[in-house]
């Protein structure tokens, strides 16, 4: 019995490290769209959600997953539509509009910034006193942007104004895609609660932004790109990542998960060229250590 759980954990560590390296390494490659094949966000986003979300949901069906039984209450289906849109859609759009401003690597360093605000959103709101532990998280998180914004220097940002805001929007969009379906995901299978925000947010920014207005030209490289990004970027760690939290957790699967901001900035420097100093790095790893701090007790535990 024993044998067999420890072959379960060891599984579940693979997967979870496998869904955080596909996340990181296909920023980069929408990186790559946006640099070399004129690709823009707002094109590449809406197609995205739309595509995956559909595959998904096709997924679902197959499954014989119950896909249609959260709109049956009202409440469930506004959490729902809250969800595609302040959290699926808006993190999907500010994240690849952040990598097209800035890098894949810093794009997505600025995403875990995410419980920094959370732990300063309830403080501020419900008087939540922060503990230590939760302190020192925020001072790393705001030090590591301040390294990443001005490699120390406050008077020039390395940084555009633009891609700053798209960062800290896309961390705030980051926390409402963790809170909000929280209440969703114990009542539905995610997959299905995932799939209809994929399809929801993709319409809604669709009809939004219109993104068959942005003159693309479609060739090898870029269907290639675009399916890896909906498959190897979408779907499968979204999987993975799932099933990972079945066998060790949500504490160590997300501890492993974060290798996504260090493959995304090796493979933009690797395969794109994208120069990072050495206090980029220092920077990257004063954020990333938040998700040590935070999670030194349930470890421990």
Request: proline content about 3%; overall charge positive; charged content about 10%.
């Amino acid at each position: 019995m024993n044998l067999k759980n420890n072959r379960e954990r060891i599984k579940g560590f693979v997967l979870a490290f496998m869904a955080g390296l596909l996340w990181g390494g296909t920023s980069p490659i929408a990186q790559f769209l946006f640099e070399r094949k004129g690709v823009v966000s707002s094109w590449l986003v809406p197609y995205r959600l739309l595509t995956a979300g559909i595959l998904l949901l096709g997924y679902a069906v197959v499954k014989r997953m119950n896909v249609t039984e959260m709109w049956k209450d009202k409440k469930d289906a506004v959490r729902l539509i809250a969800f595609a849109i302040l959290g699926m859609m808006g993190m999907q759009y500010s994240f690849f509009s952040a990598v097209q401003e800035m890098n894949a690597g810093t794009a997505t360093i600025f995403q875990y910034l995410n419980p920094a605000i959370l732990i300063l959103y309830f403080a501020a709101v419900y008087h939540v006193k922060p503990k230590k532990k939760e302190i020192v998280a925020v001072l790393c998180s705001l030090a590591g942007i301040f390294l990443v914004a001005t490699h120390g220097n406050l008077h020039e940002l390395t940084v555009s104004p633009l891609g700053i805001v798209l960062g800290l929007i896309l961390a705030v969009t980051t926390c409402c895609y963790g809170v909000i379906p929280v209440p969703l995901l114990k009542k539905f299978q995610a997959e299905a609660v995932c799939a209809w925000a994929m399809l929801i947010g993709g319409i809604v920014l669709s009809a939004a932004i219109r993104p068959w207005r942005f003159r693309t030209e479609i060739d090898a490289a870029v269907v290639i790109g675009f399916f890896a990004i909906v498959v190897l970027g979408t779907i499968l760690p979204f999987c993975f990542y799932l099933a990972s939290l079945k066998s060790i957790g949500s504490v160590y699967a997300g501890l492993l998960s974060a290798v996504e901001p260090v493959a995304a900035t090796v493979i933009a420097s690797v395969f794109l060229g994208t120069s990072f100093q050495t206090i980029d790095v220092v920077g990257f790893a004063l954020v990333l250590s938040t998700m040590f701090i935070l999670n030194i007790g349930s470890m421990k535990a």
